[in-house]
């Protein structure tokens, strides 16, 4: 070998142990990196990486449902979607995204007309170049609208490769609109009221957690560890309001109020007998000059009462043996004055001297207090022991609860003067809510046992009765049942021939009171020459001889020039003692004593939930072909029925739902047609109860972007 | 090791015993590491992966096998051609090449399922063509010529991976600068080079860290840009999610590792059984299992020198040294990358990692590099067979 060979070779080996000592050194600095970080993971880096990859997930508890007292759903919570594109999901290629994209936004377009095709697409690839990985497409839909994007393009994929995917929650869904809307109540940035506040922690259920590991980038999974707790769903509770009542009632009331332009008001129902609440409804007059359930009056408003409270009056004097039926006491033609204060009838007398009844009949200011002053000025103690004794003094226990308090004037109190007794015993000098005054009537439409109101009769859990709420007596004998039956008859003659006599009927009897009462406006008092405001109340039950509710109306502030109780709550009262009347005491249905199955009318429908029942009752059925189906694309095949032209030969005929086609909805129930319509991606508002009478747009109309559906519900 | 072993397995035992060990461990941690991908690609039969790769792995072998029975010499011959056609090829990939993670590596081989990656065989065949070349050229090699000519090639091939493989194109360039440097190109020069390719990458990476890559979608820069910014402790947005995986796994191995099949981190890590193939070994395996994996490659570098050592012919001394730096090198950024030490690249551990032609063209590595040993061993024996003679 040459020289230069040689040195060549020395020059290629000396570089060639230069490279290899280099990549020696890159080879044991990595296994010290491996090293270090084995040592060098103390705790803190450790728990940094544990919570960079896991994380606890609280899962949302199912809401628990409100039903009326016939198991109608009032509230519910349904499981509902939102959809999510992540733009840039690993697995969405490029060409996947082009190529589909088109059709993905025509298909979402159908579905979700607020954008049209190319709107949409436009905003998809938007978003794609933005990069986004979380973009809500679509809100609040249904499971059978999830079904169906999982058909369309991209979405097919799935999650990984198409980027779509869905978030489930709980939407909280009311199915009487403004009826008994503040009594039922609803959550509203995370406070609730009325019934949904008063039964929250029940209702709420209790949420459970879950770890979660991630996985990759934005995907997580569950991994099971000691603490995981599963959600455990809220309790349903069972009120006592009937929905068909509450119905009457707030209409009629809504209508009074309308008539008078009055500021607020409300009515209970109670059912005499137990005290359970059929309906409650308050509303207060929006700016539009349109009635909402705002607040709840009928329990928090604590006001003077006025002339309603005279039946206290009436039970001391009755009680206490201080006079007879026959006593009579001069009411001074109307006019008297005691001290500073006037005291004025609102009916001027026709004769001099008043038995209790009469005062009662004509609700005579004068004749009342000179009644009570006469046997109670020397101890007025012993008459405000009355208004202690029936618990007027203190907040009634209820469902809903209150957050002010009653007052009634007392002699220990510092405010009380001379003239505090015959304020009081015509209903001022005291404070008291429309949920007192109804107790105190139902105490006398009762015999004297003085019922606890509720309006919440079972508590459920996910099927199972947990607890039912009986009837409860607060006070056996609260008044005697010979004063009870006494006052029941003067409340009668009172709607007979005094004061209310304009909602006088043949039907059935009366009894009741009325009551006007000048509001107190703060400091300034009630004698505010031109403002003077009023509140305008009835209290009775009926059919008098064998009470079976008791309603309270109260109207405040009437507006239109007339004030009172007699012109403005009374004709409420009796707007809905008469269809309670008809629809519920006069029609006594007989039950059915059939042996074999009978097939019950079947109104069109849920498929799937009539067969159940009819099953379960013993009947089978079958579903009808539709010839005419065939050629035309059936949305949802079967999974609704119309059965009204064989009902009973108990064969199923199935609705026809056309693709962008109104169905017709008529004779379904609420439910059934705000599902349907919630399936066909519609939006619907709706009014009155029962059952679905006429619907705009028509039937088989062709639905695009005007995606509203109103209904108009009539029972049936 | 037994004589019908030696007989028919001809070349350096170490190398060979290297080849073995990595194939087992290789087998090993690609069983455990496709899990999550069986469950959603093949249906959760975890076994199809294993047998597939083991498969891959077994023709993979057998093309080693027979590369090392051909007289290295032939190589010399062929590297220019197969160079040019490699080049083809990597002109190809870039006009028609598939996407897998988004980048376009890979030509699709139609029937086959397998896609065939041009920047393995490019990377062989330039390693042979500057091994040819600056051995013809050892007479001259001060010339400016040979830095320029050897340079342009590299650049090519290079210049053509870079698009789609950054990693790869860096460390093709670093395996043909390294292999121009041990075949004593100019040490001037080499200085230029080295610095100027310094310059090069802290360009690249201030360019990259700066510039606004919205509206880029369509290729890696985005993807450089993040996994730099990533690497430089900017949050990804996800916790820098791979790279803290990658260092999880590292760190709970300990020293003798979870034990086969128990990596947790297989389930978090994005290509378990190619890019993070290392961490996977460490986690179940401990730093005895990540150390032998190094070892090997550094034995396998260190034989390569023996055979730099002991060849009679500069050709097959750069061609061994070059093709067991590539694989090396390839290795060890692998397991920076593991442990933290680089940025996250798509490299591969040859022969470890799960992976079709890759394993293929690095087989046929080891088989190149075993014929050279293999001709040495028979060319010493010749020369000891003419000594007994000579002595006789």
């Known amino acids: ?716 | 090791m037994n004589t019908q072993f030696t007989s028919r397995f001809k070349g350096d035992k170490w190398i060979w015993f290297v080849i073995i060990i990595l194939s087992l461990i290789g087998i090993l941690a690609v069983y455990s590491a496709t899990g999550t991908l069986a469950y959603s690609k093949q249906g959760g039969n975890t076994e199809w992966y294993f047998l597939r790769h083991t498969g891959f792995l077994l023709i993979g072998l057998g093309l080693l096998y027979l590369t090392h029975l051909i007289p290295f010499s032939y190589y010399s011959r062929i590297s220019q051609i197969f160079l040019w056609i490699s080049i083809g090829l990597l002109i190809l990939t870039l006009v028609i090449g598939s996407e897998i993670n988004n980048a376009t590596r890979v030509i699709p081989i139609p029937g086959l399922g397998i896609t065939f990656q041009p920047s393995d065989m490019a990377k062989l065949f330039l390693v042979m063509y500057i091994s040819r070349y600056l051995s013809k050229n050892q007479e001259e090699i001060d010339s400016p010529k040979v830095f320029w000519v050897t340079l342009v090639y590299i650049l090519i091939v290079v210049g053509l991976i870079a698009p789609e493989n950054l990693s790869t194109s860096l460390v093709v360039f670093l395996t043909a600068g390294l292999l121009m440097f041990i075949g004593r190109v100019n040490f001037k020069y080499m200085m230029y080079l080295s610095l100027s390719g310094l310059g090069l990458i802290s360009l690249l990476v201030v360019v990259l860290l700066n510039i606004n890559t919205d509206g880029m979608e369509g290729n890696r820069i985005p993807t450089w840009k993040k996994r730099i910014e990533t690497f430089m402790g900017k949050d990804d947005g996800q916790g820098n999610y791979q790279q803290l995986q990658s260092k999880i796994a590292v760190a709970t191995g300990g020293v003798f590792g979870k034990g086969p099949g128990n990596s947790t981190q297989r389930n978090y890590l994005p290509h378990p059984y190619s890019d993070f193939i290392y961490a996977i070994i460490v986690e179940e395996y401990g730093l005895l299992g990540g150390l032998i994996v190094t070892g090997c490659f550094l034995i396998l570098v260190y034989r390569c020198l023996k055979i730099v050592v002991e060849s009679p012919r500069a050709f097959g001394a750069l061609v061994a040294m070059g093709l067991g730096l590539s694989m090396s090198l390839q290795a060890f950024v692998n397991m920076g990358v593991a442990v933290g030490m680089l940025p996250v690249t798509g490299l591969t551990i040859p022969l470890v990692s799960m992976g079709g032609t890759s394993l293929f063209m690095n087989s046929i590595g080891f088989g190149i590099i075993l014929g050279i040993s293999k001709y040495i061993e028979e060319e010493k024996q010749q020369q000891a067979e003419a000594l007994h003679a000579n002595i006789a």
């Open chain 1, 1 to 716: 070998m040459s020289k230069t060979k040689v040195n060549s070779r020395k020059v290629i080996l000396v570089r060639a142990y230069i490279v290899f000592a280099l990549l020696f050194v890159f080879a044991v600095s990595i296994i010290i990196t491996a090293v270090k970080l084995q040592l060098g993971t103390d705790d803190k880096f450790r728990k940094e990486l544990s919570a960079k990859n896991t994380r606890v997930v609280e899962i949302e508890a199912l809401r628990g449902n409100i039903y009326a007292d016939d198991g109608n759903l009032l509230a519910t919570s349904v499981p509902k979607y939102d959809v999510i594109f992540d733009l840039r999901a690993d697995g969405l290629t490029t060409k996947v995204f082009v190529g589909k994209i088109d059709s993905f936004s025509l298909m979402m377009s159908q579905m979700f007309p607020e954008r049209n095709a190319s709107d949409w697409k436009e905003h998809l690839l938007k978003h794609r170049d933005k990069r986004t990985r979380y973009l809500k497409i679509a809100k609040d839909i249904g499971f059978e609208q999830v079904k169906a994007i999982k058909t369309w393009p991209i979405a097919r994929l799935g999650k990984f490769e198409g980027g779509i995917w869905y978030e489930e929650k709980g939407k909280r869904m009311y199915f009487m609109g403004e009826l008994a809307k503040r009594t039922i109540g609803y959550i509203k940035d995370k406070t609730a009221v009325g019934l949904e506040g008063a039964f929250d922690t029940m209702l709420r259920g209790k949420n459970g957690s879950q770890m979660q590991q991630r996985m990759s980038g934005q995907t997580w999974r569950p991994i099971q560890v000691g603490n995981n707790r599963s959600a455990v769903n809220g309790k349903d509770i069972v009120t006592t309001l009937d929905v068909r009542i509450q119905d009457i009632a707030q209409y009629a009331l809504q209508k009074g109020l309308e008539a008078e332009s009055a500021d607020h008001g409300c009515v209970i129902v109670m059912e005499s007998k137990t005290g359970a609440i059929k309906a409650m409804s308050n509303l207060k007059r929006g700016e539009d000059g349109q009635y909402y359930e705002a607040q709840n009056y009928a329990v928090s408003e604590f006001t003077e009462p006025g002339s309603t409270f005279k039946l206290l009056s009436a039970i001391a004097l009755l009680e206490d043996g201080k006079i007879s039926t026959t006593d009579t006491v001069d009411n001074s033609w109307g006019k008297w004055k005691w001290y500073d204060m006037k005291l004025e009838d609102a009916v001027k007398p026709k004769k001099r001297y008043y038995t209790l009844s009469e005062c009662l009949q004509y609700s005579s200011n004068v004749g009342t207090s000179k009644f009570v002053m006469q046997h109670y000025k020397k101890d007025p103690k012993k008459f405000t022991q009355h208004a202690s004794d029936l618990g007027l003094h203190i907040k009634p226990k209820f469902d809903i609860p209150s957050s002010s308090s009653p007052s009634i004037a007392t002699p220990n109190q510092s405010g009380w003067s001379g003239t505090s007794l015959p304020s009081l015993s015509i209903g001022y000098s005291s404070k008291i809510s429309p949920m007192q005054t109804l107790m105190l009537y139902n105490t006398i439409a009762n015999q004297g046992k003085m019922m606890q109101p509720y309006m919440v009769k079972e508590i459920r859990h996910e099927g199972q009765t947990l607890s039912k709420i009986e009837p409860q007596v607060i006070n056996e004998k609260a008044v005697s049942p010979k004063t009870a039956a006494t006052l029941t008859q003067m409340l009668v003659q009172v709607v007979d021939n005094g004061t209310a006599n304009g909602i006088k009927t043949d039907n059935y009897k009366i009894a009741g009171k009325t009551g006007t009462a000048w509001l107190s406006q703060g400091k300034s008092g009630y004698n505010q020459e031109n403002n003077r405001q009023f509140q305008a109340s009835f209290a009775g039950f009926f059919p008098a001889n064998n009470p079976q509710y008791t309603i309270v109306v109260v109207v405040n502030n009437p507006r239109s020039g007339r004030y009172s109780g007699s012109q403005i709550a009374a004709p409420i009262f009796k707007n809905i003692s008469d269809r309670i009347y008809s629809t519920h005491i006069r029609v006594q249905p007989t039950p059915q004593t059939a042996s074999l199955p009978q097939v019950p009318g079947i109104l069109k429908g849920d498929a799937a939930k009539t067969k159940w029942v009819l099953n379960e009752i013993g009947i089978s059925s079958q579903m009808l072909q539709d010839s005419q189906t065939k050629n035309e694309q059936v949305l949802f095949p079967g999974q609704y029925i119309d059965p009204s032209k064989e009902a009973h030969s108990v064969k199923l005929k199935p609705v026809k739902i056309k693709e962008n086609t109104l169905p017709d909805l008529s004779g379904m129930g609420l439910r059934d047609a705000l599902k349907l319509l919630s399936d066909l991606g519609l939006k619907a508002s709706y009014s009155g109860y029962g059952r679905v009478s006429d619907q705009a747009p028509a039937p088989n109309t062709k639905i695009g972007a005007n995606n509203e559906v109103v209904l108009i519900l009539k029972p049936y």
